[in-house]
């Protein structure tokens, strides 16, 4: 079957610690998104890629970093940086580009403390 | 003005009833229309899809699309009580140059009583 797995499902997090949720899909999508949805704030975009090796800053990528070393895949690191990190984080790909209807993962659910 | 507006509900019927979602939009860019469903602690599932102004039919949803009035629409036939969920819209747009640019509401919680 094709689709988009995230993992861990939920994931716990020391305050300061680095930690990198997975995203693989075969779709065979060329763009992969990530996202961040927190209570009553709806779907933030945090960075986005349309082909391996380059990716775009989102609306709120500060304290987040990525990499698109292969097609299938676009892991997210939530850095020490990022001030608010606990929240319910999507990853989602599309054909080719933006513009086109997106397909998500079940998400991951991370808890710092 | 939010280029794009849902209200959040909730939103609760009975059983059966017709259930009308909507969102509008203040962006005249927007050409390509989407409604997805989030169950409680799960990703959002696309539901539908249009890339032009009318109605679209796919067993108990149709979507419609009102672009002069910028204005869309989900409506559900025979609400089940599996429908409870909340409906996110989101729309994008193309710009000369190659741009792009895709917004989600925040979308409307819906619960369907038996």
């Known amino acids: 079957d094709g689709g988009i797995t995230q993992s861990p499902k939920y994931l716990f997090r020391k305050e300061g610690q680095n930690v990198t949720l997975s995203c693989e899909q075969n779709l065979n999508h060329d763009a992969m998104y990530w996202y961040r949805q927190d209570p009553g704030q709806g779907l933030r975009l945090i960075y986005y890629s349309q082909i391996v090796n380059d990716f775009q800053k989102g609306d709120i990528a500060e304290g987040y970093s990525v990499s698109r070393e292969k097609k299938e895949s676009f892991p997210l690191t939530v850095t020490s940086a990022q001030k608010n990190p606990t929240a319910f984080y999507l990853c989602?790909?599309?054909?080719?580009?933006?513009?086109?209807?997106?397909?998500f993962g079940p998400g991951t659910r991370l808890t710092v403390t | 003005q939010k280029e794009v507006e849902q209200d959040p509900g909730p939103l609760s019927v009975p059983e059966g009833a017709i259930v009308s979602l909507n969102c509008t939009y203040s962006?005249?860019?927007?050409?390509?229309f989407m409604w997805y469903r989030q169950y409680s602690r799960k990703g959002p599932e696309l539901l539908m899809y249009?890339?032009?102004?009318g109605n679209k039919e796919d067993g108990r949803f149709t979507a419609q699309v009102d672009k002069s009035s910028k204005y869309i629409s989900l409506f559900i036939r025979d609400s089940q009580p599996s429908d409870s969920a909340t409906y996110l819209c989101?729309?994008?747009?193309?710009?000369?140059?190659?741009?792009?640019?895709?917004?989600f509401g925040k979308g409307t919680k819906l619960t369907v009583n038996p």
């Open positions: 989602a790909s599309s054909y080719q580009t933006m513009f086109r209807e997106q397909y």
């Open positions: 962006n005249s860019a927007f050409q390509y």
């Open positions: 249009t890339y032009s102004s």
């Open positions: 989101a729309m994008s747009a193309r710009y000369q140059g190659g741009s792009e640019k895709l917004v």
